[in-house]
């Protein structure tokens, strides 16, 4: 650092020193044309580099911008890991984090403490049109917009359609339904030994699933003031459901209350379950015959409603990229972060990795839906995927979730004593 303000002072005092040169004498100079611009370092911390699309990005970003060199800072492929390192960065004032993805539940918490750059004055509100709207209302915070949403996700209902046709069942729009016909093919088929799993584990794939029943069932965590609303009759019949497909319906996989999303397609993928909760992304993996049994027998449809009076929803998932406020090339790192949610990068990674676009005009680009064929049935339930309760508090709230359901699941508590003791941390937490 100062090195570097060492060659900038440098070459001030040359450039002086120049000027005053010129003013003594007859001859007349100038800078040479053809000089070019000082290159630029930015340091981006990513995912993995899977199957080396990030690679091809920058390679992309590079050529259109020579001046500007975009090192790759691979993180680790858990979440929670990625939240660790990046918040220890930004808390440390690191200025040689510049570009960093972001899981769709942090703006808030990095923005509230500071440590993000509020992108308001480099994108118009014609630019975030471009978006899907529930993906630009994750990256707002106190009015002020910090990320840019270059993946989304939504929790989809991704079921055996060679069963159901086989049996006569329709795909089930509630979680009734969905009990009861698992149940239904358990019985007829030898090889299916469970009707229904999601990530269930304690971890942030329980929260998804978790807010994604409560939801169809017409509860809430926060209402618009924040103030916790979790405690509820209608929680109370989610959480019910929950530990019932465990406890009582017994339709769920031995070991579900440790399965992470791979373990949930794994019993899945192998043949052996009719209903699977999961993120679009698992798509192009049921197609593969490496990896699945089922290819060619997958339907994907939105997930069941509480009862025929409520609605579907799905947990708003995906990535944004933000920009460090402590970066020391601020104007760079948003010309990469906005070229990273460009429409060019999310074909490449909806092509190579099958991740949703966050882009609306995506959804009718040729070559997205030649990778992903279903994203023009689902679309509707994309554009109103919810997200999960904005808080600067939102990790301690999840975690109280996860540890109440889990104690429902493993029978600690009845669902009732889960949701109202939760809800009264949840109320310590924010001093309610």
């Not at 939240?83 to 220890?88: A, G, Q």
């Not at 509020?118 to 915070?141: I, K, S």
């Not at 729009?173 to 299916?192: F, H, P």
């Amino acid at each position: 650092m100062k090195m570097k303000k060492f060659v900038a002072i440098l070459m001030v005092v040359l450039l002086v020193a120049g000027v005053l040169a010129g003013c003594g004498s007859s001859q007349s100079s100038s800078a040479p044309q053809d000089e070019k611009p000082e290159l630029v370092e930015l340091n981006y911390y990513s995912h993995p580099d899977e199957k080396g699309v990030m690679s091809k990005m920058i390679e992309k970003f590079q050529e259109e911008n020579p001046n500007i060199k975009v090192n790759l800072i691979e993180l680790p492929a858990d979440t929670n890991k990625k939240l660790t390192m990046i918040s220890t960065a930004l808390q440390a004032e690191d200025s040689s984090m510049d570009v960093f993805d972001a899981d769709v539940i942090w703006p808030a918490i990095f923005a509230s403490a500071g440590w993000a750059e509020p992108l308001d004055n480099y994108m118009t509100e014609e630019d975030r049109d471009q978006f899907l709207p529930g993906a630009v209302f994750a990256n707002e915070y106190m009015g002020k917009y910090y990320g840019i949403p270059y993946r989304t996700d939504a929790g989809m209902l991704y079921y055996r359609k060679d069963l159901l046709e086989k049996h006569g069942r329709d795909v089930p729009e509630t979680w009734e339904e969905l009990v009861e016909t698992a149940q239904y093919i358990m019985g007829k088929e030898e090889s299916i030994t469970s009707g229904h799993a999601g990530s269930w584990k304690q971890y942030e794939g329980l929260t998804c699933n978790l807010t994604e029943f409560v939801w169809s069932f017409g509860g809430d965590f926060l209402d618009n003031k924040g103030n916790v609303i979790f405690d509820s009759k209608e929680s109370v019949s989610a959480m019910e459901t929950m530990s019932g497909m465990i406890n009582q319906d017994k339709i769920t996989p031995e070991g579900v209350i440790t399965f992470g999303s791979g373990d949930a397609r794994a019993v899945f993928f192998a043949g052996n379950m009719v209903f699977l909760r999961d993120w679009p992304s698992g798509w192009s993996k049921s197609q593969d015959a490496e990896n699945s049994k089922i290819v060619g027998k997958v339907g994907i449809a939105p997930l069941p409603k509480g009862s025929m009076e409520n609605e579907s929803y799905s947990t708003l998932g995906g990535w944004q990229v933000m920009v460090s406020k402590f970066s020391e090339h601020k104007e760079e790192a948003v010309k990469f972060a906005i070229f990273r949610a460009s429409e060019y990068s999310q074909i490449l990674a909806a092509e190579e990795l099958s991740h949703i676009p966050s882009r609306k005009a995506l959804y009718e680009n040729e070559e997205v839906l030649a990778a992903m064929p279903f994203l023009k049935d689902m679309y509707p339930a994309i554009i109103h995927a919810y997200p999960r309760p904005k808080s600067p508090y939102y990790a301690e709230l999840s975690n109280i979730l996860q540890i109440e359901t889990q104690r429902a699941f493993i029978q600690e508590k009845t669902p009732e004593e889960a949701v109202m003791d939760a809800a009264k941390q949840m109320r310590e937490v924010l001093g309610q």
